[in-house]
């Protein structure tokens, strides 16, 4: 139990480093005040590697470390917690739901990995400026902000919000479906409890 707690914060570790490099390092593109890049595949894959509250916290350290060394550092409190919600809920479907942590056929990992990826992404299309709306409509009032917001939330989402989702969710679910029986096989694949999936929902 003990060395499967070491081997999770390590690899929660690693996701935030990697949802760092993600964000920060490769080639991102900026459209509609949005920036397309990498780092939310990392927070999808590690919630279902590690299970939704790992994932999401992995995730929210990571890109809002991102956002404050990349000099956006009053979009970080909000990058924290829209990455841990995106965490949650993929977490919640692939193992409240799904069990993919559990013995199952290629297909059925790929099919609720795949689920999971695009609710969590998904919501996060419609979340992300709804929540940017209200923090600048009640909690750092900015009208245009705001406006820009409500435009992005009644459009559903911008394009480049949707792009993310894509490439985001195929990335995770590659490496995801890629990683699992390599990490099985070395017997590095972490196990996640009950209660930790109770904690998380």
């Known amino acids: 139990m003990k060395n499967n707690q070491i081997t999770k914060i390590s690899y929660a570790g690693l996701m935030a480093a990697l949802c760092y490099v993600g964000y920060a390092v490769f080639p991102a593109i900026n459209a509609s005040g949005t920036k397309v890049h ?92 709804a929540l940017k709306y209200v923090w600048y409509t009640i909690l750092t009032p900015n009208a245009e902000k705001a406006e820009a917001a409500i435009g992005a939330l009644v459009a559903v989402t911008t394009y480049a919000t949707i792009i993310n989702a894509v490439i985001n969710s195929l990335l995770a679910v590659v490496m995801y479906n890629a990683l699992r029986p390599a990490l099985f096989k070395a017997n590095l694949f972490p196990s996640i409890t009950k209660n930790e999936i109770k904690q998380a929902s």
């Open 38 to 129: 990498l780092g939310n595949a990392f927070v999808v894959l590690g919630a279902l590697l590690l299970g939704g509250l790992y994932g999401g916290l992995a995730g929210a350290i990571g890109l809002s470390l991102a956002d404050i060394i990349s000099g956006y550092a009053a979009s970080a409190p909000r990058t924290f917690i829209c990455k841990l919600v995106i965490g949650l809920i993929v977490g919640l479907v692939a193992h409240k739901l799904a069990r993919i942590s559990e013995d199952h056929k290629k297909t059925y990992i790929l099919k609720w990995s795949i689920i999971a990826a695009i609710v969590g992404l998904g919501f996060n299309c419609i979340f992300e400026p």
